[in-house]
T-cell receptor, first 113, second 113 residues
Framework: KNEVEQSPQNLTAQEGEFITINCSYS?????LHWLQQHPGGGIVSLFM???GKKKHGRLIATINIQEKHSSLHITASHPRDSAVYIC???????????????FGKGTLLTVNP | DTGVSQNPRHKITKRGQNVTFRCDPI?????LYWYRQTLGQGPEFLTY????????KSRLLSDRFSAERPKGSFSTLEIQRTEQGDSAMYLC???????????FGQGTRLTVV
């Protein structure tokens, strides 16, 4: 069972709409990443957060540590936002010496003009 | 460009051939990760190095796969006797010491024909 669950798997929106992508995880984390991947492209890190909220341009990421849940919001969506958005969490072992990123399966976002 | 560099970006090989990919992490990053991403899926963990030591291997990494990081800098991932199921994007990421921020390469897309 994937320890990082994303929803929805696919999302289609009209240009200008407000987008929300959700990420839930099952174990305590050290940090959570939101990543963007365009078709055929590499991965770009959007946010890394361990508490609260971060904002960059039209992108907002929030995390609730108690509920083990994070959201990525896109305001005033644009066709160029079309991509796969992936959340990934950094987990450490009980000794705190071994870190590993575990990825969600991604959300394919398509923004139509 | 001082980001994570992966070579080659694309590789097409015939079934049964051996292939080797290279990852150059950000200088001074002591942690290096390899992931595999198949179509429609999020990246799956393959293996992880701290300096030159390979600390963890996924059971996804069959005996046809081997990874090295001989001097604690660049890493290579070799696949022997490739199979069509090996076709995927192979991603490398690196991070620094105990910091929970990972940086990603552009990936190597392998197609086995």
């Amino acid at each position: 069972k994937n320890e990082v669950e994303q929803s929805p798997q696919n999302l289609t929106a009209q240009e200008g709409e407000f987008i929300t992508i959700n990420c839930s995880y099952s174990v305590g984390i050290s940090a959570l990443h939101w990543l963007q991947q365009h078709p055929g492209g590499g991965i770009v890190s959007l946010f890394m957060l361990s508490s609260g909220k971060k904002k960059h341009g039209r992108l907002i990421a929030t995390i609730n540590i108690q509920e083990k849940h994070s959201s990525l919001h896109i305001t005033a969506s644009h066709p160029r936002d079309s991509a796969v958005y992936i959340c990934a969490q950094f987990q450490s072992n009980s000794g705190g010496s071994n870190y590993k990123l575990t990825f969600g399966k991604g959300t394919l976002l398509t923004v139509n003009p | 460009d001082t980001g994570v560099s992966q070579n080659p970006r694309h590789k097409i090989t015939k079934r049964g051939q051996n292939v080797t990919f290279r990852c150059d992490p950000i200088s001074e990053h002591n942690r290096l990760y390899w992931y595999r991403q198949t179509l429609g899926q999020g990246p799956e963990f393959l293996t992880y190095f701290q300096n030159e030591a390979q600390l963890e291997k996924s059971r996804l990494l069959s005996d046809r796969f081997s990874a090295e990081r001989p001097k604690g800098s660049f890493s290579t991932l070799e696949i022997q006797r490739t199979e069509q199921g090996d076709s995927a994007m192979y991603l490398c990421a690196s991070s620094f010491r105990d910091r929970h921020e990972a940086f990603f390469g552009q990936g190597t897309r392998l197609t086995v024909v």
